[in-house]
């Protein structure tokens, strides 16, 4: 079954940085976008950082650009989210998803993993 399962999370203070990992199984990653979330208390899900099946397009939410790097290895299905230079807004639970469409939506997502920035 699918499984995606995130880490990296932690306490860290603002302006620190954070390196966020999603290893995937149970389908083949490779043929799919990647999405990091993020979902802070009393606030709604945010999409973070999309990659493309292949690496080679990415995009960010404006509160991340120049700060987020998004990133994928297809051989050891793994999915990558560099945060740089964080922000006590950023703290959150991320998870990582992707989706298939058959007809229907169907979203897939990990356990997420709490950052908290602070100091």
């Known amino acids: 079954q699918v499984q995606l399962v995130e880490s990296g999370g932690g306490l860290v203070q603002p302006g620190g940085s954070l390196r966020l990992s999603c290893v995937a199984s149970?389908?083949?990653?490779?043929?799919?976008?990647m999405n990091w979330y993020r979902q802070a208390p009393g606030k709604e899900r945010e999409l973070v950082a999309t990659i493309s099946s292949t690496g080679g397009r990415t995009t960010y939410a404006d509160s991340v650009k120049g700060r987020f790097t998004i990133s994928r290895d297809n051989v050891k299905n793994t999915v990558y989210l560099q945060m740089n230079s964080l922000k006590p807004e950023d703290t959150a639970v991320y998870s990582c998803?992707?989706?298939?469409?058959?007809?229907?939506?169907?979203?897939?997502w990990g356990q997420g993993t709490q950052v908290t920035v602070s100091s």
């Open positions: 998803n992707y989706r298939t469409v058959l007809g229907v939506i169907t979203n897939y």
């Open positions: 149970g389908f083949t990653f490779s043929r799919y976008t």
